[in-house]
């Protein structure tokens, strides 16, 4: 399943892509408005955040008011 990365904005299709851009991502700069971007312009028209809080279903809030999200917190 692709996974689109913070540090590249773009589908990762390998575990080792993934695994890479990661530990990149950690000293690189996060590309949050355009990975989101990247996943609406692939169709993407909804989210889901799992965590403690809601920080990224609001980002997303603003930057496609539009698209369905979903927040579960633990």
Do not use: C, H
């Not at 990762?12 to 993934?18: F, N």
């Not at 408005?33 to 609001?58: H, P, R, T, W, Y």
């Amino acid at each position: 399943m692709p996974v689109v990365t913070n540090y590249t904005a773009d589908f990762e299709t390998t575990a080792a892509e993934v695994r890479d851009n990661l530990a990149k991502q950690i000293t690189g700069s996060v590309r949050w408005v355009e990975s989101v971007q990247k996943m609406l312009d692939a169709g993407a028209d909804g989210f889901i955040e799992l965590g403690a809080g809601n920080v990224l279903a609001g980002l997303i809030k603003r930057i496609a008011p539009e698209a369905e999200i979903a927040d579960f917190r633990f």
